[in-house]
């Protein structure tokens, strides 16, 4: 397994943007395929993106398709989630994970970060 280390969360106005990261370590990073999820208060984990292991590939999630854009620097081992025009519905808690296994939306994951809090006000 590995570890991750999600960053970059905070109090931000609708419209603005925010970027995420996702500091992975313990193993070879770019054996993984990465993903972000996000989890609002009383609501389900749900998928947000995933982005394949050379970074050719990305799926998104309807509610932020055309908003968020994940990326990946196999060099730094960091996996990132640029989020734009950011809205109220879009608080949450978000959380990177890895996998070596699954692929598209529904993946299994192996390994999952603590989480950071992103607040969008209206």
């Known amino acids: 397994q590995v570890q991750l280390v999600e960053s970059g969360g905070g109090l931000v106005q609708a419209g603005t943007s925010l970027r995420l990261s996702c500091a992975v370590s313990g193993r070879t990073f770019s054996s993984y395929r990465m993903g972000w999820f996000r989890q609002a208060p009383g609501k389900e984990r749900e998928f947000v993106a995933q982005i394949s292991r050379s970074g050719s590939t990305t799926y998104y999630s309807d509610s932020v398709k055309g908003r968020f854009t994940i990326s990946r620097d196999n060099a730094k081992s960091t996996v990132y989630l640029q989020m734009n025009s950011l809205k109220p519905e879009d608080t949450a808690v978000y959380y990177c994970?890895?996998?070596?296994?699954?692929?598209?939306?529904?993946?299994?994951?192996?390994?999952w970060g603590q989480g950071t809090q992103v607040t969008v006000s209206s």
């Open positions: 994970a890895a996998t070596q296994y699954g692929v598209g939306p529904s993946s299994p994951y192996e390994s």
